[in-house]
């Protein structure tokens, strides 16, 4: 008997230590490419993409579930030599994560007017074709989503509306400048920079995010017994 809780004592300290220097590792290694312009661009050659039509994310369907395809930068750029679209655009992405094994994740809405990008908001219809799937509002799919994808595109979302939102200086009106990663802006005029601020319930883990479903679920089909459950996600 002590034998085995020492194994297991054992067991899940070493568990316990494998995911904090995993965690540490990851920690590390998006703070460089945050901190790194040349850094991050090189990790979008080996990086995937996640996309948005005007904060609305690509999303497929399989059997009851949605899925957020990735894109890798080649299929990116052929997509936008497809429609015509500058393949600049690119530098709109903004980094959200990356997995274990140091592929870094990036976010880029094709649909959102950007002072970095000539053209205009790309036809929506016509990308779903190409793309096999939908741009769907976030909070009506949120919890048909795995939990990995739920709050990696809850966190993208945010960040996408956060520099929506900040492409001008509070100060002098002049437009800011976004770094590579899109882990702040800069204005060239006089320096200010701005951090974005993501809400805290949206870095919310999955684990998290199923707690708060279940509990709204639970809450909401006790309260109204004869109209059925159903789900509320708050943005
Ligand atoms: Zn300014």
């Not at 936008?80 to 679209?85: D, P």
């Not at 990995?148 to 929506?164: E, G, I, M, N, V």
């Not at 998290?208 to 708050?234: E, M, N, V």
Request: net charge positive; hydrophobic share 35%; charged share 25%.
């Amino acid at each position: 008997m002590s034998l085995y809780c020492g194994i297991a004592c054992r067991r899940k300290s070493f568990w316990s230590y494998r995911l904090l220097s995993t965690y540490v590792t990851k920690s590390r290694y998006l703070f460089e490419l945050k901190e790194d312009d040349d850094a991050c661009k090189k990790a979008q050659q080996t990086g995937a993409f996640y996309l948005f039509h005007s904060l609305a994310p690509l999303l497929q369907k399989s059997e009851h579930q949605y899925q957020a395809p990735q894109h890798s930068l080649l299929e990116l750029e052929r997509l936008l030599a497809k429609f015509g679209q500058d393949t600049q655009r690119i530098e709109d992405s903004v980094l959200i994560g990356c997995s274990e094994q140091h592929e870094a994740w990036f976010a880029l809405d094709l649909g959102l007017n950007s002072s970095s990008s000539i053209n205009a908001s790309l036809q929506k219809p016509e990308m779903e074709t190409e793309l096999k799937g939908s741009f769907m509002e976030l909070r009506k799919a949120l919890f048909q989503l795995n939990t990995k994808d739920a709050s990696l595109l809850s966190t993208a979302q945010a960040l996408l509306r956060w520099h929506d939102g900040h492409q001008f200086c509070s100060r002098s009106g002049q437009p800011t400048k976004k770094n590579m990663a899109g882990s702040k802006r800069v204005c060239p005029s006089n320096k200010i920079i701005y951090y974005p601020q993501v809400k805290a319930w949206k870095r919310l883990s999955g684990e998290k995010l199923q707690k708060r479903c279940d509990w709204r679920w639970k809450d909401y089909s006790t309260l109204h017994p004869s109209t059925g459950p159903f789900l509320i996600a708050h943005s």
